[in-house]
Structure formats: C-alpha cells, structure tokens
C-alpha cells in the first residue's frame, strides 16, 4: 500500500514538474514540529502525525521538504508544536520548539495558547526574539463540538492585547462548517483586528478553504483589512487562492508546508457541501485510482498555487514575494 512518509518516483516526478516555478528562496510560513510523546493523542497508524518518527524536528522538516522543492531553496520557516488534543503536554510541545529554534537566525516559532494559558508564563516566551506569536486551536475550547466553536472560545482576548503591544503574530485556524463565510467568524475577525491594529493576524490554510467555496464566498468580509494574511497549507484546490489574490493581491500571501501533513499520500478536495482528505486510511488508492499513482499533500498543494499564479498572470516577482517576501515581511516588519 502506497503511504505516507514516503517519497516515490512519481512525487520526484512531480517535484520535477514544479521546479521551474518555484523561486530560488524560499520560507516555509506554516510547519509543525513536536514529539510525538507530547501529543498523547491516541492515533493510530495510518496517520501522518505519528506514522513518522518519534521526533518531529527542524532538521527532518528540512529532509523532508526538500524533496519536495529542491536543495539549497529552503531559508528558514514559521514553526509550531501540534495541537491535535486537549490533553496533549502544551508546556513541553512549547519548549520543545524552543529547543528546537536555538541558535537558528532565520527561523521563527509561535506558542500553542489555550483558555488555560496564563498570561505571565506565555509572556516570558518572548524573551526570546526566535518566538513571535501565538497558536491558537479548536480541541481547547469549552464549546462542544469544539468544530463548531466560535474562535473566541479558543483564543483568549489577551492574547490579542498582547500581540498587539508586541506586533505578534496570531496563526488562526478558523472552525464551523461554513468558516470564513460563516457570520460569526466574520465578524469577529473584523472587530478584534480593527481593535487591535498591530496584531498581524494569519488565517491558515487559505482561510480553512478546504471547502473551496466557504473561501470564494466570504474572503470579501475581510475588505480592508490591512493587518490579515493568508497561508497555503493543506490547500490543494486553487480556488481558494484565486479568491485572496482578486481581494489581496500577492501581497498577503504566504507558502507554507503544513508539515508534516505535507508528507501525507492523498489530497483534501471540495466534494458537493463539504470536503474530505482522500489518503491511506480513506481510499484503496489501486481500486480507485484511474492510472497514474498518487502523489503528497505537499505537492497537490504547490500544484493549486501554481495553477492559480499562472491563471492570474502573477510576475516572476510576485511568485517571489509569496514564497518568500511576504513572510519576511509579516515576521520582521
């Protein structure tokens, strides 16, 4: 059975395809490193977060991706620990990516933060100028079923007081089924990003566009906003991406891996009112597949951005800036 944590002759094949498109430098703005032990998550194989090693480092980021985009493109990347439960160790996973960030002059890394969180403790963590932000997630909230929940059930309103004292980054993954076009998500990002200015807040995978049209039709709720970015990760459908860049443009654009969801077989597809992750432990990939071989998340994903760059005509230079730039400038500026 083809799985995950593998690279095959097909996934170099389509890594060949994309090399020319991509840039000489790249940064990966949306990766997850962590100890599989911290998670105590109760997975089980076939799974991508525990099917790897028992270590989930900056080094085997930097293997992994690698095959993916090329030697010597990698430059640095936005890391974070792995929400995937509410008993998960949320300490150890923070320190861990501190540990794994020392010494390190281009990578960053967030903190996981939780309604439990206390202020104090996570404000020591920026001490160190290697951590910039804030990961909030669904599985802490109070509100059942935590998919469901409004993002203020999971994101506590001094984190947001306190990336924008700091000009912190929030790296937000929206939930409910409809997710930026649903009502409340909007409104709420409206409120607290007009209210706190200098929080540059991130809305991960393309604004949860993992049902292409919950993107398409709620990105212009967003209008004006100027302190709103959005990354790539996961998202294998270039509809999404499409959708930010006629409301953005390039500029607000950021390439991220999901690692190691990257090194999942399979591909997350809009199917009728909803989406699913075709994969391992989802589809018999030889009874389903009509020829060919399936081929990583990682890649799907740089197909779509592809797709959608050369669709809108994007420059040499602004291909640049969504790999690269723009992530420099969200974590420096």
């Not at 194989?45 to 085997?60: C, E, F, K, Q, R």
């Not at 700091?166 to 409120?191: E, K, T």
């Amino acid at each position: 059975m083809l799985g995950n944590w593998t690279f095959t002759d097909t996934d170099d094949e389509v890594a060949r395809e994309l090399d020319s498109f991509l840039p000489e430098r790249i940064f990966d703005a949306h990766a997850h490193i962590y100890r599989v032990d911290y998670l105590n998550s109760g997975l089980e194989s076939p799974n991508v977060l525990v099917d790897g090693p028992a270590d989930i480092t900056v080094d085997l980021w930097r293997e992994r991706i690698e095959n993916q985009v090329g030697k010597g493109r990698l430059l640095g990347g936005l890391f974070f620990g792995a929400p995937v439960t509410p008993v998960m160790d949320v300490q150890r996973s923070n320190d861990f990516v501190v540990e794994q960030l020392k010494g390190s002059q281009t990578s960053k890394g967030l903190m996981i933060v939780t309604p439990e969180s206390l202020p104090e403790t996570v404000a020591g963590y920026f001490d160190n100028s290697a951590i910039v932000g804030f990961k909030p997630y669904h599985v802490f909230s109070p509100e059942t079923p935590t998919n469901q929940s409004s993002i203020s059930g999971f994101l506590p309103e001094w984190a947001w007081e306190m990336a924008d004292d700091r000009r912190l980054v929030i790296m937000l993954h929206i939930v409910r089924d409809r997710a930026i076009s649903d009502p409340g998500n909007q409104s709420y990002i409206r409120q607290m990003c007009t209210k706190y200015p200098s929080a540059k807040l991130v809305l991960a995978h393309a604004a949860r566009g993992f049902y292409s049209p919950n993107t398409i039709k709620g990105i212009a709720s967003l209008r004006g906003l100027e302190n709103v970015w959005f990354d790539t990760s996961s998202i294998c459908e270039a509809g999404p991406y499409n959708a930010i860049l006629r409301e953005f443009g390039p500029r607000k654009l950021l390439w991220g891996t999901d690692f190691p969801i990257s090194e999942m077989r399979g591909k997350a597809i809009t199917v009728g009112t909803g989406f699913t992750w075709l994969g391992p432990d989802t589809l018999n990939w030889e009874a389903a597949l009509q020829g060919g071989a399936p081929t990583l998340i990682g890649l799907e994903s740089l197909r779509a951005v592809k797709e959608s760059a050369e669709s809108f005509g994007l420059s040499s230079l602004d291909v640049q800036d969504i790999f690269y730039n723009n992530a420099l400038e969200l974590l420096n500026g």
